[in-house]
């Protein structure tokens, strides 16, 4: 006697299957990684911005001198 091989059913989802549109209707996928990108960057080239604006003032006080 063979072996029966059943479908999987729409519930059972293997691994990197895609789900239909009606599980996915107003659900977001999820990247919290990408999520704090824009704001870490911001912040750094705040600080690189006043890094360099702070040198500049430091170099034209020190020739006055």
């Given amino acids: 006697m063979l072996p029966s091989f059943e479908a999987k059913s729409s519930k059972q ?4 299957e895609e789900k239909p549109e009606e599980e996915l209707m107003g659900k977001r996928k999820s990247s ?8 870490q960057l911001m912040l750094s080239l705040s600080l690189w ?13 020190s020739c006055q001198i």
């Fill in 13 to 16: 989802k293997g691994k990197g």
């Fill in 32 to 39: 919290p990684r990408l999520a704090t990108t824009p704001s």
């Fill in 49 to 61: 911005s006043i890094g360099k604006k702070l040198y500049s003032l430091l170099q034209k006080n």
